[in-house]
């Protein structure tokens, strides 16, 4: 009879004790495929995130300031020759040599309105860029479409009494409110927003913007060569990156794939630990059969070889069941944790990882098992019953 027919055999019999074992090591690898799938999967997300808006470039009007000071008394800053921008020579932003990396131009104008007694801030928008870039933006209500339509910041709704369907009047033209923008504790709460040609003409601003926001197309972008070449088309403004968001964003993924490996190591250290104790265990209660096995003239090398197939045997079971089960638990968490397309990658490498992991974790956890039961006296072990 062969060493394997022996070793399936035995795990056959002894069902109770491959389970535990499988058990023990499916546990460990399915933390791990689950951890490294979702830091996967998130970052995708995050990329895709970077795919879609990038790191933003603000464009604003460049203006000097000089700051005035009297007998030790600071007076503030006075703006000194503000430039407008110009709606017309935003299309120079599309003749950079970078310009096949820009998703959108968005320009805004901005200025303030007092609507029933009270001080609004009121913002201008091309609203098919502006709500196709502030994907975030959570509209109750529908976004704007024409030019007699607004939608609302819920802290100004809620100060002005506006509803979805309720008419404001500003400057004495009504605006349908068709939208109220959820709350994003930024101060686009207190805004509210119309499109750019019905702001330009509220505020007295034609063919002018208060500033600009590219969206790059990709993550990695060169984000600095496009502001440089930004700031050379359009002289008299100020071009600055905006990347803290996404790069806190990555850094925070970046931590998180830490903590997964950290985790990781102690739930396969545990599995390990199981595989062990269960392996000691079961030579200890095979101590006449392994005796038997030596009388009838089996090596230490066979014996070592007969625990060490049965751990494999094990092993390869636990590192399939584990990436499947991961791979199952990786499904059910990532819509909680995703924002916006959850996407569950089957990875073959973390496949093949998760199974010769088990492989490795299970072989060498019986090693020692496995060299204690060929080191049995034959004579001794047959005594033991």
């Known amino acids: 009879m062969r060493l394997r027919t022996i070793a399936f055999n035995n795990l056959r019999r002894r069902k109770a004790r491959m389970a535990f074992l499988v058990a023990g090591l499916l546990v460990g690898i399915a933390t791990v495929v689950t951890l490294l799938s979702l830091t996967s999967a998130l970052t995708t997300e995050a990329e895709h995130k970077l795919d879609n808006f990038g790191a933003n470039i603000l464009i604003t009007p460049?203006?000097?300031?000089?700051?005035?000071?009297?007998?030790?008394?600071?007076?503030?800053?006075?703006?000194?020759?503000?430039?407008?921008?110009?709606?017309?020579?935003?299309?120079?932003?599309?003749?950079?040599?970078?310009?096949?990396?820009?998703?959108?131009v968005a320009p805004k104008v901005l200025g303030a309105l007092e609507v029933k007694g009270i001080r609004v801030m009121l913002m201008g928008v091309d609203p098919e860029v502006e709500f196709g870039l502030k994907r975030w933006w959570s509209v109750r209500g529908r976004a704007l479409q024409g030019d007699d339509e607004v939608v609302a910041g819920i802290s100004v709704a809620r100060r002005l009494g506006l509803g979805v369907g309720s008419e404001v009047d500003l400057q004495g033209e009504p605006f349908a409110v068709t939208g109220i923008l959820e709350e994003t504790s930024s101060q686009d709460d207190d805004?509210?927003?119309?499109?750019?040609?019905a702001a330009q003409r509220l505020l007295g601003k034609a063919g002018t913007v208060s500033l600009v926001e590219v969206a790059?197309?990709?993550?990695?972008?060169?984000?600095?060569?496009?502001?440089?070449?930004?700031?050379?088309?359009?002289?008299?403004?100020?071009?600055?990156?905006?990347?803290?968001?996404?790069?806190?964003?990555?850094?925070?993924?970046?931590?998180?794939?830490?903590?997964?490996?950290?985790?990781?190591?102690?739930?396969?250290l545990i599995?390990?630990?199981?595989?062990?104790?269960?392996?000691?265990?079961?030579?200890?209660?095979?101590?006449?059969?392994?005796?038997?096995?030596?009388?009838?003239?089996?090596?230490?090398?066979?014996?070592?070889?007969?625990?060490l197939m049965e751990a494999t045997w094990v092993s390869l079971l636990s590192g399939v069941l584990g990436y499947l089960a991961g791979m199952g638990a990786t499904w059910a968490i990532l819509p909680w944790l995703a924002e916006h397309h959850p996407q569950l990658v089957w990875s073959f490498p973390l496949a093949g990882g998760s199974i010769l992991l088990a492989l490795v974790v299970g072989t060498l956890a019986s090693l020692y098992p496995a060299l204690h039961a060929s080191r049995l006296d034959p004579t001794e072990a047959l005594r033991a019953f």
């Open 62 to 104: 460049q203006t000097e300031e000089l700051s005035l000071s009297y007998g030790g008394i600071t007076l503030g800053g006075v703006a000194v020759d503000p430039h407008e921008l110009r709606q017309a020579d935003m299309v120079r932003i599309r003749e950079i040599p970078n310009a096949r990396n820009i998703a959108a």
């Open 216 to 268: 790059a197309l990709c993550g990695d972008c060169p984000v600095e060569e496009m502001v440089e070449q930004i700031a050379a088309v359009l002289p008299g403004v100020k071009v600055g990156a905006i990347q803290q968001v996404v790069k806190t964003r990555m850094h925070a993924l970046e931590q998180f794939r830490l903590l997964a490996f950290g985790v990781a190591a102690v739930v396969i």
């Open 191 to 197: 805004l509210l927003i119309i499109s750019l040609a």
């Open 271 to 307: 599995g390990a630990l199981v595989v062990f104790v269960t392996m000691m265990g079961a030579v200890n209660e095979r101590t006449r059969e392994i005796g038997i096995f030596r009388a009838l003239g089996f090596r230490r090398g066979h014996v070592v070889w007969l625990i």
